[in-house]
């Protein structure tokens, strides 16, 4: 342990690697097991979202911040941050 103190202080350099599980939840749906069983190619699911909300980024299961889905680069999509979840910031 002694090599994660530097100078009397935490060194966080050794947990900049450490890969978290992060997922932007376009919206959710609930339907019975017989609806989902007769889901095909073509298929729409409606959401519990209109067009224009935002959407939720969750990092490992916990909800972090919201955001606006943006185009990236020609046909890629991403996440602008459009708030930080308070509860999120310990201590905050």
């Not at 959710?28 to 699911?45: A, N, W």
């Not at 909300?53 to 990092?59: A, E, F, G, L, Y």
């Amino acid at each position: 342990m002694a090599e994660a103190v530097v100078g009397g202080g935490r060194n966080i350099d050794a947990l900049l690697n450490v890969r978290l599980d992060v997922r932007v939840v376009l919206g959710r749906s609930r339907m019975p097991i017989s609806d989902l069983l007769e889901l095909s190619k073509g298929s729409v699911i409606e959401l519990d979202r209109k067009v224009g909300d935002p959407v939720d980024i969750m990092i490992n299961d916990r909800m972090v911040a919201r955001g606006d889905l943006v185009k990236v680069n020609g046909d890629h999509i991403g996440v602008a941050l459009r708030e930080i979840v308070k509860d999120f910031i310990p201590g905050a």
